[in-house]
């Protein structure tokens, strides 16, 4: 019954496309999403996978509003162009 709700670090990383390392390390460090290990064996729920994946979602909307938002004028040399040319 487990099984059925939860995933394994090698099927969570398939599902990704990332190495099952890198899993590891975020364990390690803290990142990524909330895991059960149970016995020595590790599995993450599967509706914290999803949470973890909408919480990833929205940090790249709010990245790509706040760009967005940005005034993209083209920024000035702050010195001459020519004169750059000369001294190399």
Request: with cysteine; net charge positive; aromatic share 8%.
């Amino acid at each position: 019954m487990l099984h059925r709700h939860c995933l394994n670090q090698k099927e969570l990383a398939r599902r990704w496309g990332i190495s099952h390392r890198t899993l590891e390390r975020w364990r390690y460090t803290g990142q990524g999403p909330a895991f059960l290990k149970l016995g020595g064996r590790v599995f993450y729920r599967l509706a914290e996978i999803e949470a973890f994946e909408q919480s990833q979602l929205q940090l790249a909307l709010k990245i790509s509003e706040a760009v967005a938002r940005v005034d993209h004028r083209p920024r000035r040399l702050t010195a001459d162009p020519a004169r750059a040319a000369r001294v190399c």
